[in-house]
């Protein structure tokens, strides 16, 4: 029972700093401005997640173009030092290259399940007539994901169906993953 109760912490813990350092990732991708005095709602706490792990590690991984390698490292290191924890828990059965392979998985599916989320969240405020930077920062998020849905999907009655569409694509890659996950490691 301890082993699950940790187990669960541990997930909880490196998915949220996994994910926020994805999310740092995305948005240095489209140029969004990390700066709270810009409005951007999110930022202090974006760095106050990730600043302790990406700052070092842009100390010796350089960024590529507009990608801020840094992060994305990061949110690979957090992930495999989980499953290498998990691994010494269990016994160490399982092969390192193992562990590698499912850290790397684990961060293709937490990118899936965060851009979920943000699709959810964005889709929620666009049910009420607010203007918030809240609103602001997740239209910037989202939009760029929608943009090419919307080209090829309608709106039918004036509804907006690509949020809807976008969330089925990230489910389709999400089980796409779990079947190629299954082959490659079993």
Known sequence: MLIQIFSLILQF???LVAGTCLLRLYMHLLRINLSARAGNPLAPFVFAVTNWIVLPVRGFV???GRMDTGSLVAAYAVLLAKHALLWLMAGATAHWLSLVTQAGFELISVALSSLMWLVIGYA????????SDVRYFLSQLVEPLLRPIRR????????DLSPIALLLLLQIGDIVLHGVQAQVLF
């Not at 929620?124 to 203007?131: L, P």
């Not at 090829?152 to 509804?159: A, C, I, S, T």
């Open 124 to 131: 929620v405020m666009s049910w009420f007539n607010t203007s």
């Open 62 to 64: 350089p960024s590529l």
């Open 152 to 159: 090829v999907l309608p709106q039918m009655g004036g509804v």
């Open 13 to 15: 813990a490196t998915g």
